[in-house]
């Protein structure tokens, strides 16, 4: 059974950047699924932030692919979320997902990690 685990701090200075890790088990990262994150502020809904390919290709929401970067480690099977000058606006759950689709979301859909909470604030 896969599971996704998702780490990184929990607290993060504005204009600093916010880097979450996600750990893969039961599965490999290069298998062909959108390795995907996603986050949920506060009172909001879900937000699509990325997506990488088995093959190593990334997408990303329009509203953050200036400041969001996906990228991955085989040998330790994980993918990382890494968001540049990270502001208040930011403070979500994080959560990182096997899904089938790119783009959108659906909590139905997918595996889910139990998400982490990232506060951005000094």
């Known amino acids: 059974q896969v599971q996704l685990q998702e780490s990184g701090p929990g607290l993060v200075n504005p204009s600093q950047t916010l880097s979450l890790t996600c750990a893969v088990f039961g599965d490999s990262i290069l298998t062909n699924y959108y390795w995907t994150w996603v986050r949920q502020p506060p009172g909001k809904g879900l937000e699509w932030i990325g997506s990488m390919t088995h093959s190593g290709s990334s997408y990303y929401n329009p509203s953050l692919e200036s400041r969001a970067s996906i990228f991955r480690d085989t040998s330790k099977n994980q993918f990382t979320l890494q968001l540049a000058s990270a502001i208040p606006e930011d403070t979500a759950v994080y959560y990182c997902?096997?899904?089938?689709?790119?783009?959108?979301?659906?909590?139905?859909?997918?595996?889910w990690g139990q998400g982490t909470q990232v506060t951005v604030s000094s």
């Open positions: 997902v096997r899904d089938v689709l790119v783009g959108g979301v659906d909590r139905t859909r997918g595996t």
